[in-house]
């Protein structure tokens, strides 16, 4: 008896294939053979592994070079927590932090496989990125620590993307303002008081010496993606 997977980033592709000519005939079938061959400590990110790998919107190398297991933490308790206690995921080249707006765990994990796209040495940000924004709803948000040049390029995604420049912009907005470019059409009376008390000293606390942004408007594709 073959020893269950315990990686979907190691899916061998004779798997693939096979469980691919049984969801021809019956996508139920597939995804319970699936189940079958996957290790319980697997099972949260089946769902998402199933559609975009097994059903061809991702390809597997994409995947397997991806960590799928990011951690989820929602906005306001991201907000409530200083920067440098934020959880970390460590990739070699950087480190990253991924946080889901106000979901649960497994809600985020639905997302896990468009998020795999995220490789330095693919197009992601001008095309693959279109994948990713399909779930606007999930609105990922990414933090990117790049410890080689101690330089930290922090990237809020609410419905768009962007960088932030350390400039007379960032220095005069307000939270309103940095919101409303982060979040167009998004209320700050939906976040608590302690939300935005918090997110004020999250905005002054990038804005220190101790961190180098920058604003690119598109830097993760073209802004019509996000529309």
Same mark, same amino acid.
């Given at each position: 008896m073959m020893e269950k997977i315990s990686n979907l980033n190691e899916f061998p592709d004779f798997l693939l294939e096979r469980i691919r /000519? &049984? =969801?021809r005939e019956d996508k139920f079938s597939a995804y319970r053979y699936l189940e079958s061959v996957v290790d319980e400590s697997q099972r949260r990110y089946? =769902? $998402? #592994?199933f559609r975009d790998v097994i059903g061809g919107k991702v390809e597997a190398a994409e995947w397997r /070079? $991806?960590?799928?297991r990011v951690i989820s933490i929602s906005v306001e308790s991201m907000l409530r927590t200083p920067v440098k206690e934020w959880p970390l995921i460590d990739r070699g080249d950087g480190i990253f932090i991924q946080i889901m707006p106000n979901l649960s765990y497994d809600d985020a994990d639905t997302v896990a496989g468009s998020l795999a796209l995220y490789d330095e040495s693919l197009s992601y940000r001008s095309e693959n990125v279109r994948f990713t924004m399909r779930y606007r709803e999930f609105s990922p948000v990414f933090v990117n620590d790049v410890v080689a040049s101690s /330089? /930290? %390029? &922090? $990237? %809020?995604? #609410?419905y768009r993307c962007f960088l932030v420049e350390n400039d007379a912009f960032l220095k005069s $907005?307000? !939270?309103?303002? =940095? !919101?409303e470019l982060a979040y167009p059409g998004f209320s700050m009376d939906s976040l608590s008081i302690d939300a935005r008390v918090a997110l004020t000293g999250l905005l002054a606390e990038v804005n220190s010496s101790e961190y180098k942004i920058n604003y690119t408007p598109g830097f993760w594709g073209k802004d019509e993606v996000y529309q």
């Open positions: /000519r &049984i =969801m089946l =769902m $998402a #592994f /070079r $991806a960590n799928c /330089r /930290r %390029y &922090i $990237a %809020y995604r #609410f $907005a307000t !939270v309103e303002d =940095m !919101v």
